[in-house]
């Protein structure tokens, strides 16, 4: 499985945590060690989102995947170049 599948992967098992508040994580992209995502539904809107990000999807995902060094969050007005 190479990085890209193994974040997807993690993602897809982090998701039902999120789904169960009413929100969800989307996978953007996959750049320089970093994993880009956005968050939908009562996330998006959620005033812990920051936290979620970092607590949360980072968190495992940076311990499961050592190539990952960092995830961060795209927002609704910003564009995936």
Do not use: W
Not at 8 to 14: A, L, R
């Amino acid at each position: 499985m190479d990085t890209i599948e193994h974040i997807k992967f993690i993602i897809e098992k982090i998701r039902p945590f999120l789904m169960n508040d009413g929100g969800d994580v989307e996978f953007i992209k996959y750049e320089d060690g970093i994993v880009y995502v956005k968050l939908t539904g009562n996330c998006a809107n959620c005033s812990i989102a920051d936290f979620e990000i970092k607590d949360t999807v980072e968190s495992i995902l940076t311990s499961e995947i050592p190539e990952v060094l960092e995830v961060r969050q795209i927002l609704n007005n910003e564009t995936d170049n």
